[in-house]
């Protein structure tokens, strides 16, 4: 709700959230000037466009799609409203965002020392994703910050949430805001994947930290289940045999690999554990180096996961 097509402040002008009789989904009406029209007549009068085609390039932009064209996108994930939070919310707006290439989020995975994500389908990029401010922000926190978007998912691949990471938009860092991060969706049991997972995976909590351990293992399937709690409940793959888990020095880590390691006792699955020298691979990765940590790796996998997996130490 806003003053007028410019974005005055006030509540004169409003866009239909909900079919009434009234009007359609979408529909916007400035009661103060008796002006109406769908979404692509707003954008036309606040731009002040002239052609059509002008409006459609800014729809796009905003939106952070690609050429209508060839943009990929199911019809079928836009067709109906989404509760906010679901994994249908989830799924749009893993849609709406972009590939990763020359984006703020890999600036902020490189300044990481991560370079292995070019090819990586979970990961996207968002210039505008929504943050909802709460208590512990600053009066005045922006409501929109660009974001490194991962698709979560379930072992047969079928995305279930989708992971924000908010970033500043002038640096290579975190956005400033009291929660950074944030997942919407089903995310219980689930995971942001590199890789399908076979007989052998390893896993932990952070994206940072499973990618930071894909420098030096570029080919073994990854999962990162964004927090401690959501790694102690990772579900296993039906075929996996032996399970490694990437832990975090800290009380949560270890909480989290003692309820793995009864489950994966339990299910017969064979656990291992990879400890970082500090607090987490990621901090390892940046302070000696990908040579260093593969060297620091390998010795902590099984002789024939070397072998099989081509353990890179530079």
Partial sequence: MVGDVAGTPGRSLYVRLFETTRGAIGNWVDAATGEHGDLVDLIRLNQRHGRLVDTIDEAERFLSLPPSDN?????AIFSKPARAGSPAAARRLFAASKLMSGTLASTYLRSRGIMRFADLPALRFHPRCYYRPNDDDEPGTPGVFPALIAAVTDHDGVQTGTHRTWLDPKGAGKATVASPRRAMGNILGNAVRFGAADDIMVAGEGIETMLSLREVLPTMPMAAATSSAHLAAILFPPQLQRFYVARDRDAAGDAAFGILTERAQAAGIQLVSLLPEYGDFNDDLR???????????????????????????G
């Fill in 287 to 313: 302070r000696h180096g990908a040579s260093t940590l593969g060297q620091r790796v390998a010795l902590q996998l099984y002789a024939q996961d070397r072998t099989r997996f081509s353990i890179d130490c």
């Fill in 71 to 75: 943009d990929g996108c199911d019809p």
